[in-house]
């Protein structure tokens, strides 16, 4: 967990690793997760906020804090790559959360290497910068070195070991609700029928907890919720009139971040 303080962006992983297989693309700190949550369970809290500060600077490298200003996840962001090694993709088009090798620093000098099978694979060495420097010796920052090239394997192939898992499992620890996490609040409900079609809700703005009303679309199995209309339309006390034009049965719910109240009115 030393690596983010050696580099200028402050991204953690192997920092001796070289410049393939995705090491400009895929977040590798699996070893810094385990920590952060080992610290936790621990109640070791400097450790804790340490491990996490490198894992929040990481992942701010692989989703845009880059020499290239690209998240490099497939369908994620303004910039992202388009033209990855998935032959069934290029038929039915791309799915989000793809994750490609990226940049390669250097070739294979080895004369018919195993790398020479790769069609063009120096494309954006020799075709798109300035040839400065030699192969043994590039000038021009690997991490720029880069361009959607589906036809090479070596920058736009991905795996699920080598990438996505690690990118998942990152972006799912710091997506995830943690502990501290507050719970919503509890809300003053208050019903008042005005008519026998018209229920009129009303719960304080400040206190609603994230909580939003919606209908039942297919009684009884509550499966479909759809949002309830506001009329008046929300004016800051988050006053929603629920109509009942039929005078059956009507079920409604407050649907929260993580935990609903249903209402049934007859």
């Given at each position: 967990?030393?690596?983010?303080?050696?580099?200028?962006?402050?991204?953690?992983?192997?920092?001796?690793?070289?410049?393939?297989?995705?090491?400009?693309?895929?977040?590798?700190?699996?070893?810094?997760?385990?920590?952060?949550?080992?610290?936790?369970?621990?109640?070791?809290?400097?450790?804790?906020?340490?491990?996490?500060?490198?894992?929040?600077?990481?992942?701010?490298?692989?989703?845009?804090?880059?020499?290239?200003?690209?998240?490099?996840?497939?369908?994620?962001?303004?910039?992202?790559?388009?033209?990855?090694?998935?032959?069934?993709s290029w038929i039915v088009g791309y799915h989000d959360g793809m994750i490609?090798?990226?940049?390669?620093?250097?070739?294979?000098?080895?004369?018919?290497?195993?790398?020479?099978?790769?069609?063009?694979?120096?494309?954006?060495?020799?075709?798109?910068?300035?040839?400065?420097?030699?192969?043994?010796?590039?000038?021009?920052?690997?991490?720029?070195?880069?361009?959607?090239?589906?036809?090479?394997?070596?920058?736009?192939?991905?795996?699920?070991?080598?990438?996505?898992?690690?990118?998942?499992?990152?972006?799912?620890?710091?997506?995830?609700?943690?502990?501290?996490?507050?719970?919503?609040?509890?809300?003053?409900?208050?019903?008042?029928?005005?008519?026998?079609?018209?229920?009129?809700?009303?719960?304080?703005?400040?206190?609603?907890?994230?909580?939003?009303?919606?209908?039942?679309?297919?009684?009884?199995?509550?499966?479909?919720?759809?949002?309830?209309?506001?009329?008046?339309?929300?004016?800051?006390?988050?006053?929603t009139v629920v109509r009942n034009g039929t005078g059956g049965l009507g079920?409604?719910?407050?649907?929260?971040?993580?935990?609903?109240?249903?209402?049934?009115?007859?």
């Amino acid at each position: 967990m030393n690596t983010p303080g050696k580099r200028a962006c402050r991204w953690g992983g192997n920092y001796y690793f070289p410049m393939i297989i995705g090491q400009q693309t895929s977040p590798n700190i699996v070893e810094g997760i385990v920590g952060y949550a080992v610290a936790k369970r621990m109640g070791q809290e400097e450790a804790a906020k340490k491990y996490l500060g490198s894992l929040y600077t990481t992942a701010d490298y692989f989703l845009g804090g880059n020499a290239l200003n690209m998240t490099w996840v497939t369908g994620l962001g303004p910039r992202h790559p388009n033209q990855v090694f998935h032959i069934d993709s290029w038929i039915v088009g791309y799915h989000d959360g793809m994750i490609p090798y990226g940049p390669w620093r250097t070739e294979s000098t080895a004369a018919g290497g195993a790398q020479k099978w790769v069609t063009d694979h120096d494309y954006a060495n020799q075709t798109c910068y300035p040839p400065v420097g030699g192969p043994q010796n590039p000038r021009w920052p690997g991490n720029e070195r880069w361009h959607d090239n589906r036809w090479s394997p070596m920058s736009s192939e991905f795996t699920i070991s080598q990438t996505i898992a690690p990118s998942a499992a990152l972006f799912g620890v710091l997506c995830a609700p943690g502990p501290e996490a507050p719970a919503p609040s509890g809300i003053k409900l208050t019903i008042q029928v005005q008519t026998n079609q018209v229920v009129l809700l009303s719960w304080p703005s400040d206190g609603s907890g994230g909580f939003n009303l919606e209908q039942s679309t297919n009684l009884p199995g509550e499966g479909h919720w759809n949002p309830v209309q506001q009329l008046p339309s929300d004016n800051g006390t988050n006053k929603t009139v629920v109509r009942n034009g039929t005078g059956g049965l009507g079920l409604f719910r407050l649907h929260g971040p993580r935990s609903d109240l249903i209402l049934t009115f007859r």
